[in-house]
């Protein structure tokens, strides 16, 4: 599986392999292997500036001239022929053939990052010894070139046997060598390779000593040292200034997301709002036009409104990725994660959760250790994703004054928002703790973390991104969220008593909602947000379609008002708080719960999870809901 | 900046200053850590520089082989360090 998560998993990332010769990317993590993968196929998979973003094999396709179809696979990053990690297991089985579904390679594109050529090159002796037809590509030609670095590829393809293309998979210099490479893949059986014996290279000083000595014979030039890196990195690693520019950065995001993002999301609802009037007023009264109007348009459009936010919130982690800044902040974090008994390689995957915690738990597979990949499995549903951001910025408008407290640089709801994250961050935290105390317990933690040299975010990649997004929310809108709503619409409107709809209370719905509020009472719930509590199991963000929907059909005689001022009238602020808590604890989505169990392989992990995060967020917001009745 | 050593007592990388060179001269972890740390570069022989740390001092920032690699002091002190090029090792 590549793409059953809901929310992760763009456009279209991957085909499936019938039949056909295919060649496996391989090289060290960060050389490049996904942006050329995407050159190649016309995908688009994740590509971002630190190492493991890769965790597992995608398929693409590539027709040659002829017509003829050849699949390419790209591979999670591997340092070397032993696998650490589950990612590099993945890669592992790929090249010796003990994946079934794709079966050995029939030819293998080595791709190494130029402007460190001489440690990457340690990789192309057990790669080449595999003696499967190898394409040598040395990538990132514009950043050595930049940096006055030079190689010569031919002298280099005459010392290891093996035709070397130098090119840039960013920008497309030399990308037709791989493609004249790919075409001769396959037209001839198993091309017998080495014409230049390899020597036998026992153990990794004798493999670095003979990749340097390959390298000077290329006549390798290292380029200068990114000087730009290591300024950037004297003041975001300064002791004093990095930590502040961070907060400012953050604070910044949240103010963003409510400010910044207003205009678009008024925008975006008043044409939603206008779009349903004029559908209304196109239809004849009746059952479909309720349908539409209420059920639809109310619902499914009450969650689009968000989509300005959500983008904004993915262009903000978009630049972490693609700077470079993201492996500094995993330095920068891993004293504080050392503590909880994790490892700052945890912060990665937690650092995605805030987008969503599916692609976060796939993730954890760069993680060598086993018992610190357990916890980053289990805390990650924690941090905020972005399918709670709906939830959260709608109760925020509704609940809490747009009070300055920094002059404009922060409000009140800004701040509210940022407590939501931090409580988030602080459960997954308390989770870590609990987990080292019990279950996980001596769990030594270790951290190893290249670096990679900073790059500036090309706009193109970002602009990709936000497309990607946008069409994963739409589609997500598009489908579970109207599925559901059309359901909630229907049980909404039955039993039809003399030929009319009963009042919502007494219909399917209202009675399945009104089942359960007894239980949810004393968390300031009433049965309609017992409704959508129910169906915010299927995703999140439903329970806002799920309000949009049961709102609209109760106003159905008068002008609906917009949600927020519903909201108002049916909840306490002690309830609005509540159901907040509620959704940070709680772990309502069926996705994470089935990569949770395909990745830990059993449903015991899964089941506990939810449990515990159910039960936390129902004391939570009971807790909650008391206080406020108490010091009202 | 050349290192200078104290009276002969074995040096590790944790006490590199932040901006020293040093060559590598042995790592003393379990087999699987100390080959992770070869292929990322942490070949005896090899000339590392400090670089950096984190704001805590902990990680800290090594220069090896042309890459940045951060590390966790704990680790770090159990790689030793000599200030002069390993006489055999030196081809690297
Ligand atoms: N300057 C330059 N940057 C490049 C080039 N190719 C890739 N990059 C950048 O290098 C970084 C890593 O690229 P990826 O394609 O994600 O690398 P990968 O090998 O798939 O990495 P993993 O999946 O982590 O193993 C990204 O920031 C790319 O934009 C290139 O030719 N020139
Ligand atoms: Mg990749």
Redesign the interface.
């Known amino acids: 599986m590549s793409d059953s998560g809901s929310c992760h998993g763009a456009a279209p990332q991957t085909v499936s392999r019938k039949e056909g010769h295919y060649v496996a990317l391989v090289g060290p993590p960060n050389a490049g292997k996904s942006t050329l993968f995407n050159r190649l196929t016309g995908l688009r998979q994740k590509v971002a500036n630190f190492p493991g973003v890769t965790v597992e094999h995608h398929v693409g396709r590539v027709k040659d001239s002829t017509g003829r179809e050849l699949f390419v696979v790209d591979l999670p990053g591997i340092y070397s022929m032993t696998p650490r990690s589950e990612d590099e297991q993945v890669t592992y089985d790929v090249l010796t053939g003990a994946k079934e579904s794709l079966g050995l390679p029939d030819g293998i594109i080595l791709i190494l990052d130029s402007t460190n050529l001489q440690r990457h090159l340690v990789l192309a002796a057990p790669v080449l010894a595999l003696g499967l037809p190898t394409l040598v590509v040395l990538n990132m030609a514009d950043d050595l070139e930049a940096r006055g670095g030079k190689v010569d590829p031919s002298a280099l393809a005459r010392e290891i046997g093996a035709p070397v293309a130098l090119i840039s998979a960013a920008s497309g210099q030399g990308v037709e060598r791989v493609v004249q490479f790919l075409q001769g893949t396959g037209a001839r059986p198993v091309v017998p390779q080495p014409r230049v014996e390899l020597p036998v290279l026992p153990n990794l000083p004798a493999r670095r000593r003979w990749a340097g000595r390959v390298g000077l014979q290329a006549g390798y030039t290292p380029p200068a040292p990114p000087e730009w890196t290591r300024r950037l990195d004297r003041i975001f690693l300064h002791p004093v200034l990095g930590p502040l520019i961070f907060l400012v950065v953050v604070l910044a995001v949240f103010q963003g997301i409510f400010t910044g993002a207003q205009p678009m999301m008024d925008g975006v609802e008043s044409l939603i709002g206008w779009s349903g009037e004029r559908l209304g007023n196109l239809l004849p009264e009746g059952i479909l036009r309720s349908l539409l109007v209420e059920g639809v348009w109310g619902g499914v459009g009450s969650v689009v409104v968000f989509l300005p936010q959500i983008l904004l919130l993915f262009l903000f982690i978009g630049i972490l990725e693609d700077s470079g800044y993201l492996a500094r902040a995993a330095v920068i974090a891993d004293r504080t994660m050392s503590r909880v008994g994790l490892q700052g390689k945890a912060f990665i995957p937690l650092l995605s959760a805030y987008a969503c915690a599916v692609p976060a738990i796939m993730a954890t597979r760069t993680i060598e250790n086993k018992r610190d990949r357990l916890a980053t499995v289990l805390i990650a549903p924690f941090m905020t994703c972005s399918a709670r951001l709906p939830v959260y910025t709608l109760l925020i408008a509704a609940f809490v004054p747009n009070t300055p407290i920094v002059g404009q640089l922060l409000g009140l709801q800004a701040a509210v928002l940022l407590g939501l994250y931090l409580l988030g961050f602080a459960a997954a935290v308390g989770t870590a703790l609990l987990l080292r105390s019990t279950v996980l317990r001596h769990a030594k933690t270790t951290f190893v973390m290249e670096l990679p040299a900073y790059r500036r975010p090309s706009l193109r990649s970002l602009l990709l991104r936000l497309i990607d997004r946008a069409v994963i929310f739409l589609k997500r809108a598009g489908t579970v969220i109207l599925l559901v709503t059309v359901l909630l619409w229907v049980l909404a409107h039955l039993p039809y008593k003399d030929g009319k709809a009963p009042p919502i209370e007494e219909s399917i719905a209202g009675q399945i909602g009104r089942a359960v509020e007894p239980a949810i009472q004393p968390l300031g719930f009433n049965w309609k947000i017992g409704i959508g509590l129910i169906t915010s199991l299927a995703a999140r963000e439903v329970i806002v379609g799920t309000l949009g929907t049961i709102y609209g059909i109760e106003n159905a005689e008068q002008d609906s008002p917009p949600l927020i001022e519903s909201l108002r009238k049916d909840l306490t602020p002690g309830g609005a708080f509540a159901l907040m808590i509620f959704f940070a604890f709680a772990m309502q989505c069926f996705s994470t719960v089935a990569i949770v169990r395909r990745e830990l392989g059993s449903w015991a992990w899964p089941a506990a999870q939810f449990a515990y995060m159910g039960l936390l967020a129902y004391f939570g917001a009971l807790a909650t809901n008391q206080l406020w009745l108490h010091f009202r | 900046m050349q290192l200078s050593f104290k009276n002969g007592a074995a040096q590790t990388l944790a006490q590199l200053p932040t901006g020293s060179q040093a060559y590598l001269e042995r790592l003393d972890l379990p087999e699987?850590?100390s080959?992770?740390?070869?292929?990322?570069?942490f070949?005896?022989?090899t000339s590392v520089v400090a670089?950096?740390?984190?704001?805590?001092g902990?990680?800290r920032?090594f220069r090896v082989?042309?890459?940045?690699?951060?590390?966790?002091r704990d680790?770090a002190c159990r790689l030793y360090i000599s200030a002069e090029p390993i006489p055999d090792?030196d081809?690297?």
Do not use: K
């Open positions: 699987e850590m080959q992770r740390l070869m292929e990322l570069g070949l005896p022989g670089a950096g740390s984190a704001p805590g902990d990680p920032i082989d042309g890459s940045e690699i951060a590390l966790r680790t090792l081809q690297i």
